[in-house]
């Protein structure tokens, strides 16, 4: 698969992104966003190297063939590791290999990964190639637009000039720098300031690289903005976990696919998930519970389907049904298809 678009009208398989976010894309949390949209390209959690080689792989890494196209971000440093962690995951069917360079977590940071590698360019480049050498798969890096103190555009120009001599063509752009040391990641994501010209500088500078937007961006709207303004694609993280049916527009908006879906058709496709593959796991209920919680946002009732969903003698009690049990007590039986699609 070819990580660059061969024709000049394509639309790019990254036009529409959901970010990954740590225990938050999960697994379950992808299932329930692909029933909102067929062309977003979901992420996996970061995961790390160190959790591949030696962790539960089929908990890390396993997913439902419904969620295609999924990529796995990775986090770690080692070209090797990278390999070895790749080479695992090709037996799971990931469409696309990410490597975090942008994260700035005091963790992260220990394991020497996340945006700290910005800081060595050269060492990106030898992942990128080790990555690309155990798949056919692109692989793509995330990153910052600068670390601390090196927030000139040479610095993020010349690490992107260094990894795309490693062969990677895709680069997901999160347009803030990242402060390493005096910021907690939440504010890595408010404080510094947005600087999305960066990302179009880049553009003109790497004509034949994939360039994707993140940061600050909650809708629609401006997401085709964006993209009309000479952007790749977007990628699109917490405004879409926590209100997840603006997902359902994605696919007209962007796509010119538009997607025929209500919240009950959803509710039903998760309720059979969980009797299907999940019965009996309260664990992987919780999960889907938490995910669901904003599928309601803005309709008369929120409030209490969230509440519902959150009960822990609801959740005991109602096993795979809790989400029918959430419907009925947030809006009671009369509540109409047409009433619960009239957000979309």
Known sequence: MSDTISTQNAVSPWRFTVAPMLDWTDRHCRFFDRLLTRHARLYTEMVTTGAIRYGNRDALLGFSPCEHPVALQLGGSDPADLAFSIEVAEGYGYDEYNLNCGCPSPRVQKGSFGACLMLDAKLVADCVRAMRGATDKPVTVKHRIGVDDRD????????VGEVRE??????????????????SPKENREVPPLKREVAYELKKDFPDCTF?????????????????????GVMIGRAAYQN???????????????????RLSVIEAVTEEVRTHWAGDEHALRAFSRHLNGLCQGLPGARAWRRTL????????????????????????GFSEEDAAEER
């Not at 490693?166 to 910021?183: D, E, M, N, P, Q």
């Open 166 to 183: 490693a062969g990677c063509r895709v680069f997901i752009v999160h347009a803030r720098s990242a402060w390493l040391k005096g910021l």
């Open 244 to 262: 997840p049916w603006m997902l359902t527009g994605v696919d007209g908006a962007l796509f010119d696919d538009p997607m025929e879906v209500t």
């Open 212 to 232: 994707v937007l993140n940061g600050g961006i909650a809708d629609l709207g401006l997401s085709r903005e964006l993209i009309d303004a000479g952007m790749d």
């Open 152 to 159: 000139d555009y040479a610095f993020v120009r010349d690490f």
């Open 310 to 333: 959150a009960d822990p003698k609801a959740i005991r009690e109602q096993g795979p049904e809790l989400f029918h049990y959430a419907w009925r007590q947030a809006f009671g039986d």
